[in-house]
């Protein structure tokens, strides 16, 4: 029997500190849950004002945009991301 392990990693591209958390499952419930974990362990100083994300199903939910929006966090898409800097370099 193959056993895989699930976890979540965020890191912070401006201060280059990963947190990793092992979780049980990819629900969205969980998710959530470890997102209010990582706003409690990050000093609040480094806490982000937007995050981006593979958009997998576990963060494609209701309850996680409005997760989002009450602690107010932009969720940008990984394709701005790329191609906003080429677009300011012209």
Do not use: C
């Amino acid at each position: 029997m193959k056993t895989q392990v699930k976890f979540v990693a965020l890191i912070n591209v401006e201060t280059r500190k990963a947190y990793v958390y092992q979780i049980p499952n990819l629900k969205k419930q969980t998710i959530i849950e470890i997102f209010n974990q990582w706003i409690k362990d990050i000093p609040k100083d480094q806490h982000s004002s937007a995050i981006s994300s593979d958009l997998g199903s576990e963060f494609n939910s209701k309850d996680f945009y409005k997760w989002l929006e009450f602690k107010e966090i932009k969720l940008l898409d990984r394709k701005s991301l790329i191609i906003k800097p080429l677009i300011q370099q012209r």
